[in-house]
Nanobody, 117 residues
Framework: QVELVESGGGLVQAGGSLTLSCTPSTNIDVYDTMRWYRQAPGKQRELVAQITESGSADYADFVKGRFAISRDSAKNTVYLRMNNLEVGDTARYFC???????????WGRGTEVTVFS
Protein backbone atom coordinates (compact mmCIF):
# COMPACT_ATOMS: atom_id res chain seq x y z
CA GLN A 1 0.00 0.00 0.00
CA VAL A 2 1.34 3.38 -1.01
CA GLU A 3 1.69 6.01 1.67
CA LEU A 4 2.29 9.70 1.22
CA VAL A 5 3.70 11.47 4.25
CA GLU A 6 3.34 15.24 4.46
CA SER A 7 5.20 17.51 6.83
CA GLY A 8 6.08 21.16 7.30
CA GLY A 9 2.76 22.62 8.34
CA GLY A 10 2.43 24.94 11.29
CA LEU A 11 1.37 28.27 12.67
CA VAL A 12 2.69 31.35 10.89
CA GLN A 13 1.94 35.04 10.84
CA ALA A 14 0.51 36.60 7.68
CA GLY A 15 3.31 37.50 5.32
CA GLY A 16 5.45 34.62 6.50
CA SER A 17 6.59 31.49 4.72
CA LEU A 18 6.39 27.73 5.09
CA THR A 19 7.65 24.82 3.05
CA LEU A 20 5.59 21.64 2.92
CA SER A 21 7.12 18.30 2.03
CA CYS A 22 5.57 15.10 0.75
CA THR A 23 7.43 11.81 0.55
CA PRO A 24 5.83 8.72 -0.97
CA SER A 25 6.66 5.24 0.29
CA THR A 26 7.51 4.26 -3.29
CA ASN A 27 9.71 5.78 -5.97
CA ILE A 28 8.37 9.24 -6.74
CA ASP A 29 9.38 8.90 -10.39
CA VAL A 30 6.56 6.46 -11.12
CA TYR A 31 4.01 9.21 -10.53
CA ASP A 32 3.44 11.33 -13.61
CA THR A 33 1.80 14.11 -11.63
CA MET A 34 2.21 15.20 -8.03
CA ARG A 35 -0.33 17.65 -6.63
CA TRP A 36 -1.00 19.70 -3.54
CA TYR A 37 -4.60 20.28 -2.53
CA ARG A 38 -6.02 22.13 0.43
CA GLN A 39 -9.24 22.06 2.35
CA ALA A 40 -10.39 24.77 4.72
CA PRO A 41 -13.04 24.09 7.37
CA GLY A 42 -16.47 23.98 5.78
CA LYS A 43 -15.10 24.21 2.26
CA GLN A 44 -14.41 21.77 -0.54
CA ARG A 45 -10.96 20.48 -1.28
CA GLU A 46 -9.28 22.55 -3.97
CA LEU A 47 -6.22 22.10 -6.14
CA VAL A 48 -3.35 24.38 -5.22
CA ALA A 49 -0.50 23.31 -7.48
CA GLN A 50 0.71 20.39 -9.55
CA ILE A 51 3.95 19.28 -11.16
CA THR A 52 4.57 16.66 -13.82
CA GLU A 53 7.48 14.23 -13.95
CA SER A 54 9.10 16.52 -16.50
CA GLY A 55 8.94 19.42 -14.06
CA SER A 56 6.10 21.37 -15.65
CA ALA A 57 4.19 23.21 -12.93
CA ASP A 58 0.76 24.78 -12.76
CA TYR A 59 -0.88 26.83 -10.03
CA ALA A 60 -4.29 27.93 -8.92
CA ASP A 61 -4.81 31.63 -9.56
CA PHE A 62 -5.08 32.36 -5.85
CA VAL A 63 -1.47 31.24 -5.20
CA LYS A 64 0.28 32.31 -8.38
CA GLY A 65 3.35 34.35 -7.61
CA ARG A 66 3.36 33.25 -3.97
CA PHE A 67 3.70 29.46 -3.99
CA ALA A 68 6.18 27.24 -5.79
CA ILE A 69 5.99 23.48 -6.27
CA SER A 70 9.03 21.36 -6.96
CA ARG A 71 10.01 17.70 -6.96
CA ASP A 72 13.37 16.19 -6.10
CA SER A 73 13.89 12.64 -7.33
CA ALA A 74 17.10 12.26 -5.35
CA LYS A 75 15.24 13.01 -2.13
CA ASN A 76 12.06 11.28 -3.32
CA THR A 77 10.11 14.34 -2.21
CA VAL A 78 7.80 16.98 -3.60
CA TYR A 79 7.77 20.41 -1.99
CA LEU A 80 5.41 23.34 -1.78
CA ARG A 81 7.14 26.56 -0.90
CA MET A 82 4.57 29.06 0.35
CA ASN A 83 5.56 32.72 0.59
CA ASN A 84 3.62 35.80 1.61
CA LEU A 85 1.01 33.67 3.34
CA GLU A 86 -2.43 35.10 3.89
CA VAL A 87 -5.08 34.30 6.48
CA GLY A 88 -7.11 32.82 3.63
CA ASP A 89 -4.40 30.18 3.10
CA THR A 90 -5.36 28.54 6.38
CA ALA A 91 -6.30 24.96 5.57
CA ARG A 92 -5.24 21.36 5.74
CA TYR A 93 -2.88 20.67 2.84
CA PHE A 94 -2.90 17.29 1.16
CA CYS A 95 -0.40 15.65 -1.15
CA UNK A 96 -1.70 13.64 -4.10
CA UNK A 97 0.16 11.31 -6.43
CA UNK A 98 -1.25 10.25 -9.77
CA UNK A 99 -0.08 7.08 -11.52
CA UNK A 100 -1.85 7.23 -14.85
CA UNK A 101 -0.50 3.94 -16.19
CA UNK A 102 -2.37 2.05 -13.49
CA UNK A 103 -5.31 4.45 -13.20
CA UNK A 104 -4.31 5.05 -9.61
CA UNK A 105 -3.94 8.00 -7.32
CA UNK A 106 -2.97 8.23 -3.70
CA TRP A 107 -3.53 10.73 -0.91
CA GLY A 108 -1.65 11.70 2.17
CA ARG A 109 -3.33 12.48 5.46
CA GLY A 110 -2.50 16.15 5.24
CA THR A 111 -0.67 18.76 7.24
CA GLU A 112 -2.26 21.77 8.91
CA VAL A 113 -1.34 25.32 7.98
CA THR A 114 -2.69 28.15 10.11
CA VAL A 115 -2.01 31.75 9.18
CA PHE A 116 -2.84 34.46 11.72
CA SER A 117 -2.95 38.23 11.28
Amino acid sequence: QVELVESGGGLVQAGGSLTLSCTPSTNIDVYDTMRWYRQAPGKQRELVAQITESGSADYADFVKGRFAISRDSAKNTVYLRMNNLEVGDTARYFCNAKWTEYFAQYWGRGTEVTVFS
